[in-house]
């Protein structure tokens, strides 16, 4: 079915079945699925439809928007790169002067460990206090698959990339990690324990899923 809506299609799934309510679910991919009760008629898919138009079409440009590619970097001094989540010109980041690109790169990228490192340093001491843990050590890496990471002997270890994210972000993989001091799993303890100190946790999670791909060299 069909539906048009602020200017908008929208594309659904209609399933008839024994049911009294309706429901109304989108997934991964954008595609929309309403769930009714037998008989129902298309007038009232289209009013339930319509009712959460709004939601519909700004997930599915948000899911657009995590699909497109990352543009390729630009190493000039107007090049843009991410710190702290904000956009800043290369040349506000490290001095450009007389280096070729591959060692704007590396420069670059010495940059991100040492930010990130030091952000990390300071602000993981009140959440260790918050969650009474301490870890052997913290060290920050290069990684394609985590932001964080917890070893069974408490040594913790964060990705230089997360220097690009927002504060908050870094404090959510901060608070993960050290979560996993007390519960090594993502079992719903561990999960109590995360949402204890960053209720809106979740939010964090998305914005690593959708953005992550973004906050590259």
Partial sequence: MKIEFEGHLITCNVQYSKRKKISLHMDAQGLVTVKVPNHTSEEVIIQAVKHYGQWIIEKSQLIAKSQETPKEREYVHAGKFLHLGKEYDLNELIDIEDLSEEELKNKLKRFYFTSCKKIIGERIINYQQLLKVKPKSFDIVESRTKWGSCSSDRKLTFNYRLAMAPIEVIDYVIIHELCHLHHMNHDRSFWRRVGSIMPDY????????????????
């Fill in 202 to 217: 979740k939010e964090k999670e998305a914005f690593l899923a959708r953005q992550g791909q973004f906050m590259t060299l």
